[in-house]
Antibody, heavy 117, light 111 residues
């Protein structure tokens, strides 16, 4: 079964850091690009970051550029999102997703990040 | 404010058809055939329903169809069923600067 499982969410103070992980199984992880997408409370989906299969190409949304870093370890079938200088507006459910034609055909269940003092 | 514009709500009775629009610009929907549609039941993982404007992933019922005209893409759900009640989001490739943009979502209610 193709599956993505996020972890690492939690409560963090403004200005703090958090590292999200996404464990992939059921497909050849190293062959696919991956994305992070988030959904703030009561809001719609927002694309956050993209990484190609070999990590050679990376993109970020302007809202997180310079603060978030996406990475992957193909040997461990894992995707990561290092989040620094967190702000209240980063509070959201964060989803990882397998890339397909500039969309995502497999999504995890999400991990919740709450930025609050 | 989302980059793509969707109506906040749509509704239809069981068995009817409903169409949800997604309006972008000549920098995204209008120029790229990379529009996707997602179904999202709150608390669950979003599900890809349509990609590349018209293509359905395996397992998605053919009651769901996509189209595009100019800067506006559309998702049509035919033969509405109770389980179709969910939030629907569109997204589009927007070039290497913005990469992917989403719509604000449409809450579909089956009356």
């Amino acid at each position: 079964e193709v599956q993505l499982v996020e972890s690492g969410g939690g409560l963090v103070q403004p200005g703090g850091s958090l590292r999200l992980s996404c464990a992939a199984s059921g497909f050849t992880f190293s062959s696919y690009s991956m994305n992070w997408v988030r959904q703030a409370p009561g809001k719609g989906l927002e694309w956050v970051s993209y990484i190609s299969s070999s990590s050679s190409t990376i993109y970020y949304a302007d809202s997180v550029k310079g603060r978030f870093t996406i990475s992957r370890d193909n040997a461990k079938n894992s995707l990561y999102l290092q989040m620094n200088s967190l702000r209240d507006e980063d509070t959201a459910v964060y989803y990882c997703g397998k890339f397909l034609a500039y969309g995502m055909d497999v999504w995890g269940q999400g991990t919740t990040v709450t930025v609050s003092s | 404010q989302s980059a793509l514009t969707q109506p906040p709500s749509a509704s239809g009775s069981p068995g009817q058809s409903v169409t949800i629009s997604c309006t972008g610009t000549s920098s995204d929907v209008g120029v790229y055939d990379y529009v996707s549609w997602y179904q999202h039941h709150p608390g669950k993982a979003p599900k890809l329903m349509i990609y590349e404007v018209t293509k359905r992933p395996s397992g998605v019922p053919d009651r769901f169809s996509g189209s595009k005209s100019g800067n506006t893409a559309s998702l049509t759900v035919s033969g509405l069923q109770a389980e179709d009640e969910a939030d629907y989001y569109c997204s589009s490739y927007a070039g290497s600067n913005n990469f992917v943009v989403f719509g604000g979502g449409t809450k579909l209610t089956v009356l």
